[in-house]
């Protein structure tokens, strides 16, 4: 029996805007996403992705006093990696904007070398910044593996190219080490990439039909946030820019007519049945947004199912209206 969008309450959580979920080997699943105080990083779990939005969040780690790490905690994602935890975040020494006009995050690891993460705030130590040849605006680190390689894909600011962040994938030594100097996947081009803001960021990893595709969040935060799509053969060198294939529409995006406004910043997780691949997304239900989309707290996170079309690729329909009671 196929699993619906109709069997989950939607939104799933509210005011948790770039949601990421993980279903681990132990059978649970494992939720992180910025708070919109931006202040500490929290993780809560569940048998079900249902049960989620109803589990208490512990916190593992707190912002600092001051210095790098002790501003704007964004977007958080939970990773197991050879038999460890880790958390790669992005962070400010300030809410202050740069020369470019930019804010200032770096991107950050902890880690926890015990089976619970939830245990204990103790657990959980810190590696300090992810650093890359450019220092600049960074933020959005995820992970994933590939012929037995340990990939980090991440979005930043090159002073050099017009727009806010590009795209940029690299080989890792350890989670919290480069091996090989980045090299630029996307940069935002298609208009549908540069209303307002010109954005790729978000990126998430799903690996499928022989192909490795990464999805990421285009434009400003606002009812324009949208997500764009690159695909790469599996058996392709995905160090090459040349082996990746940009898709010049959006793959996701707002539907107006159920007022599902600006989904994006995704995550891919899988259903209780370990076979239907879910999308996890943040959304809004209205536009009128009070100063800066950024500080609106309703960004809510909501899953559902998707397919594969016939040639390998997936289809995201669109946002499912909200249908809690």
Known sequence: MSISSSQYINPLIVQRADPYIYKHTDGYYYFTASVPA???????????????????????????????????????ELHYIDGKWFVYFAASKTTEFDRNGMFQHRMFCIE????????????????????????????DATCFEAQGILYYVWAQKDPDIKGNSNLYIAEMENPWTLKTDPVMLSKPEYDW???????????????RNGRYFLTYSASATDENYCIGMLSASDNSDLLDPANWTKYDKPVFQSDLATHQYGPGHN????????????????????????GDPLY?????????????????????GKPVPYNYQ
Request: net charge negative.
């Open 267 to 290: 995550s891919f997780t899988v259903a209780e049945d370990n076979q239907t691949d879910i999308l996890v997304y943040h959304c809004r239900n209205y536009t009128d947004i009070k």
């Open 38 to 76: 931006y202040n500490l990083i929290e993780i809560r779990r569940a048998k079900t992705l249902a049960g989620l939005a109803h589990a208490a969040p512990q916190t593992i780690w707190r912002k600092h006093e001051s210095g790098d790490m002790s501003q704007l905690i964004w977007a958080p």
């Open 193 to 207: 990439e540069t209303h307002i803001f010109a954005v790729n960021e978000g990126p998430a990893v799903i690996h």
């Open 112 to 139: 926890c070398d015990v089976a619970d993460p939830m245990a204990s705030e103790e657990n959980w130590v810190e590696h300090g910044q992810i650093k890359t040849p450019m220092d600049s605006f960074s933020l």
């Open 296 to 316: 609106d707290p309703n960004r809510h996170t909501k899953i559902q199912p998707f397919t594969w079309n016939a040639d390998g690729t997936p289809n995201f």
